[in-house]
């Protein structure tokens, strides 16, 4: 099965920085890549996806890169608030159109410092 | 509103008694899910239903016991769970089974006694 997990355990940042969360995967089959967010208490939250044919998508503060090359995927935080202090799970999807599962890695933590 | 509710927030419970988590939801999605997660840990899928039917089962002990009665709701029954169950137990739905995007509840806290 696929195996998706990241660099970094834990990553403190100052406010106002921009912050990169790594993920790497074994498993180039997956259809799509998925950041989620997860606040102290709180389930995930989605934040971003990428299908596999794509590089990089933007969304509002975030961008995903994907490089198929070296199996890597970072999700960048523009100008990092302390609302964005929680865990970082990056997750594959497929591989197959019909597929539903999520491979989650291991999470990331990430701080804010103010 | 796309919101995925679950009730209650936490649970205590010893390991002879017999508990019920409730999870909810009102958009429209077919496919719903329960997944277990340990401190520390990402979550790791439970059971899928889809269109109110059990999909998947990832060989999880028969002391759980999901149930769907229609396409809004989702539980999960309990019974002589043992300690090491204890986790955040989430709730999820998606438009259809084959929609990888999956929108989570709250999580249930449990504690086994």
């Known amino acids: 099965g696929e195996s998706v997990g990241l660099h970094l355990p834990t990553l403190s940042v100052q406010e106002g920085d921009n912050s990169i969360i790594n993920c790497a995967y074994s498993n180039s089959a997956s259809d799509y890549f998925i950041w989620y967010k997860q606040e102290s208490g709180k389930g995930p939250q989605f934040i971003i996806d990428i299908r596999s044919n794509m590089d990089k998508r933007q969304g509002q503060r975030v961008t995903v890169l994907l490089n198929k090359t070296v199996k890597h995927l970072s999700l960048q935080i523009a100008a990092t608030q302390p609302g964005d202090s929680a865990v970082y799970f990056c997750?594959?999807?497929?591989?197959?159109?019909?597929?539903?599962?999520?491979?989650f890695g291991k999470g990331t933590k990430l701080s804010v410092i103010p | 509103d796309t919101e995925v509710t679950q009730t209650p927030k936490h649970l205590v419970m010893g390991m002879t008694n017999k508990k019920s988590l409730k999870c909810e939801q009102h958009?429209?999605?077919?496919?719903m899910y329960w997944y277990k997660q340990k401190a520390k840990k990402p979550p790791e899928l439970m059971f899928v239903?889809?269109?109110?039917?059990?999909?998947i089962n990832e060989s999880v002990p028969s002391r759980f016991s999901p149930e769907c009665p229609n396409s809004s709701l989702l539980n999960l029954h309990l019974h002589a769970l043992q300690p090491e169950d204890s986790a955040l137990y989430l709730c999820?739905?998606?438009?259809?089974?084959?929609?990888?995007?999956?929108?989570f509840g709250p999580g249930t806290r449990l504690t086994v006694l």
């Open positions: 239903y889809s269109y109110e039917k059990l999909s």
């Open positions: 997750a594959g999807v497929g591989p197959g159109a019909g597929s539903y599962q999520l491979t």
């Open positions: 958009m429209g999605h077919r496919a």
């Open positions: 999820a739905s998606s438009q259809r089974l084959a929609e990888h995007t999956q929108y």
